[in-house]
């Protein structure tokens, strides 16, 4: 079965400094990996996605993620962080046909000026 | 591109009447869409699969007569939630699958709130 594990519901930075969102994975076979991201009253909006190429991906407005099979994680991390990047953030794993889209529990940013 | 639409955005009724939610996809066909629901503070939960031509396929769980799923055309599914009660109160989320792009990413529509008095 596929599940994902945000591990911290809310995450607090100052402007400018790193961002580091935790996700652990389980999947029975090699998994599809994405992050999206929803602002207020926004819709869903992918920021990445890992489907068994590069394990360092990269995804809009500077942020990265890098699939590790050993340790199970797809953490998304971000140089500096903006004002903008306050949201809530979604680790999901897909079933092989894409299909089934399984989401963590969310993270919320939290970006103090 | 690939933008999906909901409507409305946000709806009040009273118990025991039946609301209707619509999503489109605006510039991209869609042989699947997916329903989701997101409760406070908690994940989006997959509730069916929704596919233009044929029966939705439900998950475990989810009552198929309370939620009544239409797929009449590429580009359109309907959500109908029957005899609503206020434990339906929730927001609703929309995906679709882009046809030409069949096992990718699935895109999202901006979702409605639901509130049942």
């Known amino acids: 079965a596929q599940s994902v594990t945000q591990l911290d519901s809310h995450v607090s930075v100052s402007e400018g400094t790193p961002v580091l969102l935790r996700c652990n994975y389980s999947s029975s076979y090699s998994p599809s990996l994405f992050w999206y991201v929803q602002h207020p009253n926004k819709g869903l909006q992918l920021l990445l996605k890992y489907t068994s190429a590069a394990t360092l991906v990269k995804g809009i407005n500077g942020f990265e993620a890098e699939f590790k099979k050993s340790e199970t994680s797809f953490h998304l991390t971000k140089p500096s962080a903006h004002m903008s990047d306050a949201a809530e953030y979604f680790c999901v794993v897909s079933d092989r046909n894409f299909n089934k889209f399984y989401f963590g529990s969310g993270t919320k940013l939290n970006v103090k000026p | 591109g690939a933008v999906v639409s909901q409507h409305p955005s946000r709806v009040i009724c009273k118990s025991g009447t039946s609301v209707k939610i619509e999503c489109r996809s605006l510039?991209?066909?869609?042989?699947?869409m997916f329903w989701y629901r997101q409760f406070p503070k908690k994940s989006l939960m997959l509730m069916a699969t929704?596919?233009?031509?044929?029966?939705?396929?439900?998950e475990q769980g989810v009552e198929k007569d309370k939620f009544l799923i239409n797929h009449a055309s590429l580009t359109l599914s309907t959500l109908t939630v029957t005899s609503a009660h206020p434990e339906d109160s929730s927001f609703y989320i929309c995906?679709?699958?882009?046809?030409?792009?069949?096992?990718?990413?699935?895109?999202f529509g901006p979702g409605t709130r639901l509130t049942v008095l």
């Open positions: 510039d991209f066909q869609a042989t699947t």
């Open positions: 995906s679709a699958r882009d046809n030409r792009v069949p096992y990718n990413e699935q895109f």
């Open positions: 929704s596919n233009e031509g044929s029966k939705a396929t439900y």
